[in-house]
């Protein structure tokens, strides 16, 4: 029933900006944390930022100071505006939520974020 869609990837060249959304649907309550994970060809899929619900953020050392999230708990929604984007951000990016009640937390479909000249 709970559904979160990610929409905002796409091509961008080194040094752009680009925006991630995920709405959250099919739910009446907010979740816990929502974040952001990334996943390569051939390597494990490993987190970028999260942010909980009392406003707490977190960041992988490698967007620190480029990347920032934001959360609009009444939609349930998840941003993440990256900027100083590099080849190596290149991954598809990963919506994740979860509530305390729910041991396996929700993930998103993906979206494509490809960082090239």
């Known amino acids: 029933q709970v559904q979160l869609v990610e929409s905002g990837g796409g091509l961008v060249q080194p040094g752009g900006s680009l925006r991630l959304s995920c709405a959250a649907s099919g739910t009446t309550f907010s979740f816990n944390a929502m974040g952001w994970y990334r996943q390569s060809p051939g390597k494990q899929r490993e987190l970028v930022a999260t942010?909980?619900?009392?406003?707490?953020?977190n960041y992988a050392d490698s967007v620190k100071g480029r990347f920032t999230i934001s959360r609009d708990n009444a939609r349930n929604t998840v941003y993440l505006q990256m900027n100083g984007l590099k080849p190596g951000n290149t991954a598809v990016y990963y919506c994740?939520?979860?509530?305390?009640?729910?041991?396996?937390?929700?993930w998103g479909q993906g979206t494509q974020v490809t960082v090239s000249s």
């Open positions: 994740n939520a979860r509530v305390y009640w729910v041991d396996s937390p929700y």
């Open positions: 942010h909980s619900s009392g406003g707490s953020t």
